[in-house]
C-alpha cells in the first residue's frame, strides 16, 4: 500500500499569507496526486487534480506542484474562506489520503 | 448539475451489516470516463477510501475493509450502494459517496464531486 504523509498538520497564518503544505508519497507516483479542501461539517471540495491541475472554478490563489514522491500545495495569498482542512490523495494505486493539514487563523 | 445523495439507516447495531445507497442525478451512472467510490471519515479524523465501482460492475476496495465491503451498482436507478458487514465502533462515520473522474491521458483520478455525507453511528 502506499502511505501519503502530510507537513505540518496544522499551522497557523494570516488573511494575505503566502500558505504552503507539503506531501510525500513512500513510493514514486508520477502525477497522479490530488487536492482536496474541507471546511467544517462540509464534503471534500477537489481543488487541483494531477499534481498541477487546476480544477474549474477554483480560484487560481492555489497551485500544486511536485511529482514522484514529493508534492506541494501553495496558496499565494490566504482568505477567508480558506481556513479549512487540506488533504492530498494518491490516485497512481487505488487511492490514499494524506492524513491532513489544519489552516487556522493566525 | 449533477448531485448525488446519500440514505440509510443513521444507527446499526455492532455486529450487523452497513446499508447505504448513493443516488445520482443530473447525470447518468453509466457515463463513460467516470466511476463511482465511497469514503467515510470517522468523527474529528481523516479521509479513508472505501472503495469503488465502474457502471458495469468492476469493483476496487481497499485492503483494510475488503473482507467486509461490498460495492454494486443498479443502472436502472442511476445508484449505486455500499454494504459494510461485521460493523463495530470504530465504523461510525460520516460516509460520503462521490464521483471519480479519470482521464490516463493527464493522470486524472480524482473525486470531483461529492454527496453531503451521511452519519453512520454503530451502537447497541
Same mark, same amino acid.
Given at each position: 500500500?502506499?502511505?501519503?504523509?502530510?507537513?505540518?498538520?496544522?499551522?497557523?497564518?494570516?488573511? =494575505?499569507?503566502?500558505? *504552503?503544505? +507539503?506531501?510525500?508519497?513512500? /513510493?514514486?507516483?508520477?502525477?497522479?496526486?490530488?487536492?482536496? %479542501? #474541507? &471546511?467544517?461539517?462540509?464534503?471534500?471540495?477537489?481543488?487541483?487534480?494531477?499534481?498541477?491541475?487546476?480544477?474549474?472554478?477554483?480560484?487560481?490563489?492555489?497551485?500544486?506542484?511536485?511529482? =514522484?514522491?514529493?508534492? *506541494?500545495? +501553495?496558496?499565494?495569498?490566504? /482568505?477567508?474562506?480558506?481556513?479549512?482542512?487540506?488533504?492530498? %490523495? #494518491? &490516485?497512481?494505486?487505488?487511492?490514499?489520503?494524506?492524513?491532513?493539514?489544519?489552516?487556522?487563523?493566525? | 448539475?449533477?448531485?448525488?445523495?446519500?440514505?440509510?439507516?443513521?444507527?446499526?447495531?455492532?455486529?450487523?451489516?452497513?446499508?447505504?445507497?448513493?443516488?445520482?442525478?443530473?447525470?447518468?451512472?453509466?457515463?463513460?470516463?467516470?466511476?463511482?467510490?465511497?469514503?467515510?471519515?470517522?468523527?474529528?479524523?481523516?479521509?479513508?477510501?472505501?472503495?469503488?465501482?465502474?457502471?458495469?460492475?468492476?469493483?476496487?476496495?481497499?485492503?483494510?475493509?475488503?473482507?467486509?465491503?461490498?460495492?454494486?451498482?443498479?443502472?436502472?436507478?442511476?445508484?449505486?450502494?455500499?454494504?459494510?458487514?461485521?460493523?463495530?465502533?470504530?465504523?461510525?462515520?460520516?460516509?460520503?459517496?462521490?464521483?471519480?473522474?479519470?482521464?490516463?491521458?493527464?493522470?486524472?483520478?480524482?473525486?470531483?464531486?461529492?454527496?453531503?455525507?451521511?452519519?453512520?453511528?454503530?451502537?447497541?
Amino acid at each position: 500500500d502506499i502511505q501519503m504523509t502530510q507537513s505540518p498538520s496544522s499551522l497557523s497564518a494570516s488573511v =494575505g499569507d503566502r500558505v *504552503t503544505i +507539503t506531501c510525500r508519497a513512500s /513510493q514514486s507516483i508520477s502525477s497522479y496526486l490530488n487536492w482536496y %479542501q #474541507q &471546511s467544517p461539517g462540509k464534503a471534500p471540495k477537489l481543488l487541483i487534480y494531477a499534481a498541477s491541475s487546476l480544477q474549474s472554478g477554483v480560484p487560481s490563489r492555489f497551485s500544486g506542484s511536485g511529482s =514522484g514522491t514529493d508534492f *506541494t500545495l +501553495t496558496i499565494s495569498s490566504l /482568505q477567508p474562506e480558506d481556513f479549512a482542512t487540506y488533504y492530498c %490523495q #494518491q &490516485s497512481y494505486s487505488t487511492f490514499t489520503f494524506g492524513g491532513g493539514t489544519k489552516v487556522e487563523i493566525k | 448539475q449533477l448531485q448525488l445523495q446519500e440514505s440509510g439507516p443513521g444507527l446499526v447495531k455492532p455486529s450487523e451489516t452497513l446499508s447505504l445507497t448513493c443516488a445520482v442525478s443530473g447525470g447518468s451512472i453509466t457515463s463513460t470516463s467516470f466511476y463511482w467510490g465511497w469514503v467515510r471519515q470517522p468523527p474529528g479524523k481523516g479521509l479513508e477510501w472505501i472503495g469503488s465501482i465502474y457502471y458495469s460492475g468492476t469493483t476496487f476496495y481497499n485492503p483494510s475493509l475488503k473482507s467486509r465491503v461490498t460495492i454494486s451498482v443498479d443502472t436502472s436507478k442511476n445508484q449505486f450502494s455500499l454494504r459494510l458487514s461485521s460493523v463495530t465502533a470504530a465504523d461510525t462515520a460520516v460516509y460520503y459517496c462521490a464521483r471519480v473522474t479519470y482521464d490516463s491521458s493527464v493522470k486524472r483520478r480524482s473525486f470531483d464531486n461529492w454527496g453531503q455525507g451521511t452519519l453512520v453511528t454503530v451502537s447497541s
